[in-house]
């Protein structure tokens, strides 16, 4: 077969080949894309609105949020157009787009949960210098690195996977998945695959590190806490983000920890859901309901007086010291 150069176009896996199951498809996806976005905007709203919400951990949990609405548009978008166009087509350079996007917001995801990891490492084990080591500055400088590095994340991987000639443009996933892009190179693959998995290893395993050591000095310091009411007090802080880091995790070890080439197209479509849009959708939920304040400022958000009064006064970004 001739190579896919750039003016071409893959085509991804259709859902079925029924107009209405397609149908049915487009609004199974939509669904699902309207509940992970709406979720993690009302999150963005509650942090911006609520002066009580202007400190590190939630300045960080807004930068999450956004990072999960930027991932599920991302991939469903055009799965949605494509089931309701009846369509199967992306653009050549529209893969690139996507691969390099998906790891871009994955891996600012992944580096802004051990940003959190940190957050609570320092306001438990030292919380008598916590506002003087987490200041404003320290946090923004925190969150535009973690954003830096997806990006560099998504421009080495993208890279990487595109920078070889492609004997096929059918991709057996209803995204383009790096797996099943590098199963298309008209050659031997494994160095360029095998890099690849490096190049994304060594940025997950180095981050998954830092929240291992983070949480074991978390609960040596929990174990010392002579009250039981205080050491419950602070796991709960801690919580709704160790349940996030753990449904990131275990969803990517579902996804990767298994043969792709001896694997069905059913599998793969499950587990790519597992890993790329159930995280996103319930980030949001795992915290509203988690936290007490963050279900306090969202009822806020149904007190339309309360919230024109605040934005009134043009209060959008976290003041802590």
Same mark, same amino acid.
């Given at each position: ?14 859902? #079925? ?12 996806? +939509?669904?699902?894309?309207l509940?992970a976005?709406t979720?993690?905007l ?17 300045? +960080? ?11 599920v ?13 009846n ?7 529209? $893969? ?14 992944f580096a802004?949960l ?7 490492h ?10 003087t ?11 535009v690195?973690a ?18 000639? +492609? $004997? ?10 790096? /797996? ?21 290893? *060594?940025?997950?395993?180095? $981050? ?5 050591? #983070?949480?074991?000095q978390?609960?040596?310091a ?13 796991? #709960? ?8 880091? $753990?449904l ?13 080439r ?16 159930? /995280?996103?959708?319930?980030? #949001?939920?795992i ?28 209060? *959008? ?5």
């Amino acid at each position: 077969m001739p190579n896919v150069t750039s003016s071409s176009e893959f085509l991804l896996l259709q859902f #079925s080949d029924i107009r209405e199951l397609q149908i049915f498809v487009f609004i199974v996806f +939509f669904t699902v894309y309207l509940t992970a976005v709406t979720g993690n905007l009302l999150i963005i709203l509650a942090v911006a609105l609520d002066h009580q919400l202007h400190t590190p951990m939630y300045f +960080f949990l807004m930068n999450l949020a956004i990072l999960d609405v930027g991932t599920v548009s991302v991939l469903l978008l055009k799965t949605m157009a494509n089931s309701y166009l009846n369509s199967r087509s992306i653009s050549y350079l529209g $893969c690139v787009a996507q691969v390099f996007f998906l790891f871009f917001f994955g891996g600012s995801d992944f580096a802004i949960l051990t940003i959190m990891a940190h957050d609570r490492h320092i306001a438990i084990c030292n919380p008598l210098q916590y506002e003087t080591i987490m200041h404003r500055g320290v946090c923004i400088e925190m969150a535009v690195s973690a954003w830096i590095a997806g990006m560099l994340n998504g421009a080495l991987n993208s890279g990487g996977t595109f920078a070889i000639n +492609f $004997c096929s443009n059918i991709i057996d996933q209803f995204f383009c998945e790096v /797996p099943q892009v590098l199963k298309l190179a008209c050659s031997d693959m494994y160095l360029v695959e095998v890099g690849v998995i490096i190049m994304s290893s *060594f940025f997950t395993i180095g $981050c998954f590190i830092y929240i291992i050591f #983070s949480y074991v000095q978390i609960f040596r310091a929990v174990l010392r806490i002579p009250f039981v009411h205080g050491q419950k007090k602070a796991i #709960s802080t801690c919580l709704p983000h160790l349940t996030v880091v $753990c449904l990131l995790i275990f969803s990517g070890i579902f996804a990767y920890v298994r043969p792709h080439r001896y694997s069905s197209s059913d599998l793969n479509v499950l587990s790519a859901i597992m890993y790329a849009v159930i /995280p996103p959708l319930l980030n #949001s939920f795992i915290y509203s309901i988690r936290n007490k304040e963050i279900k306090t400022a969202l009822l806020k958000l149904t007190d339309w007086r309360h919230c024109c009064k605040i934005i009134a006064h043009k209060v *959008f970004l976290p003041e802590w010291s």
